[in-house]
């Protein structure tokens, strides 16, 4: 038990979300319990991860966990476990908000991301298909963002560049998307910043510089590609040609590190199969899916195309944000923080105590 690595998780207290701030102590070893010194509060060890409040042991969550996002079906795991279908089904409801939540917390941050593929499939639901939309970083093979919508359309193009946006530094970046016209628009409408002038009224939009985009448009005939367009949308030659090298090395413009994710996410969930009979009978269920799926590929499955960088490296360690190969167990256990704490209005003066307290927490966003 280590306290230095957890923080309090109720809402209400000023010391939400912060951890080696030194207010969290041991309460009881045995019931693995820790006790906020702020709020006078205890939480269980297990508290913000998917072991919380469960009766199953934590071994055989995360091997079954593991099972699911390798694209176990739920049914084998049924009969080989002697455990219930709702059962599986609530594990992985509960791996998946983990999974995203590790996701927002760790990888959706701003870096310099240098080439990003973007791409959408069709998936089979019950009533009906929807399309999901991926985007990936080439150097790392980091997974990004992913979208689902019913429709192949402007909004779901719009909300998957607005997630790539906020991982993103104003840095030279080159976008390859596939035919979609839609993304092209969107991405022209989103990678932009506002000009503050101080004069009033909404300020002048303006567009990030260096941004290259360059489109790969497939056209097929009997469900085979029969031919490969590349379309230089934005940007001059020689530097889409520069950015690429950086990211891909040798080669040419394609969507293949976008495509390969793709292949890897239709070999896990079974409702991207292009020729079963599975579907998802929720569109929850597949976001579960894609997430606890998407965040074991990025730290927990080390990368045969990314041995050069020394050794099993999987695309987290790639990118900088971790050390180490985790286990999917320790992804399971991993604690995301809460939201920080905000201070209550009130009407009139704020009491010496609430302006001390503001002032230890929140700093200058107090």
């Not at 002038?197 to 085979?224: D, E, K, Y």
């Not at 413009?253 to 890897?264: C, V």
């Not at 050069?308 to 999917?328: D, F, L, N, R, Y």
Request: with cysteine; hydrophobic share 35%; net charge positive.
């Amino acid at each position: 038990m280590d306290p230095t690595t957890t923080c309090c998780p109720h809402m209400a207290c000023p010391a939400s979300g912060q951890t080696g701030q030194g207010h969290i102590g041991i309460h009881a070893r045995q019931d693995r319990r820790f006790l906020c010194t702020q709020c006078r509060k205890t939480c269980a060890a297990t508290s913000g991860t998917v072991f919380y409040r469960l009766r199953t042991a934590g071994a055989l969550v995360a091997l079954r966990s593991t099972l699911l996002a390798q694209g176990c079906p739920v049914h084998a795991i049924v009969v080989a476990c002697g455990c219930d279908e709702r059962t599986v089904a609530a594990w992985r409801a509960r791996a998946g908000h983990q999974g995203q939540a590790v996701q927002e917390h760790l990888v959706e941050h701003p870096r310099d991301l240098g080439q990003v593929q973007a791409d959408e499939r069709r998936v089979k639901r019950q009533g009906g298909m929807v399309w999901m939309a991926l985007a990936m970083m080439v150097a790392t093979r980091l997974w990004r963002a992913g979208e689902v919508s019913e429709q192949r359309d402007m909004p779901l193009s719009r909300r998957l560049i607005e997630r790539v946006r906020a991982c993103a530094l104003p840095r030279p970046l080159l976008w390859c998307p596939d035919g979609l016209c839609s993304s092209i628009r969107a991405r022209r409408e989103t990678f932009r910043e506002p000009v503050r002038t101080g004069a009033p009224g909404r300020p002048r939009l303006r567009p990030w510089r260096n941004v290259c985009i360059a489109q790969v448009v497939q056209r097929s005939a009997q469900r085979r590609v029969v031919d490969v367009e590349r379309r230089l949308v934005e940007g001059t030659p020689a530097r889409v040609e520069t950015r690429r090298r950086r990211a891909q090395g040798p080669g040419v413009i394609n969507t293949a590190y976008i495509e390969r994710r793709n292949a890897t996410f239709r070999a896990r969930l079974a409702s991207l199969t292009r020729r079963g009979r599975a579907l998802a009978r929720r569109t929850l269920t597949l976001q579960h899916g894609r997430s606890l799926s998407g965040t074991v590929d990025n730290f927990c499955t080390p990368h045969t195309s990314l041995a050069h960088a020394g050794g099993k490296t999987t695309p987290a360690m790639a990118a900088g944000i971790t050390e180490h190969c985790w286990s999917v167990q320790a992804l399971l256990s991993s604690h995301v923080p809460p939201p920080r704490w905000t201070p209550p209005k009130h009407r009139g003066r704020p009491s010496p105590a609430l302006k001390r307290l503001t002032k230890r927490w929140c700093g200058d966003h107090g």
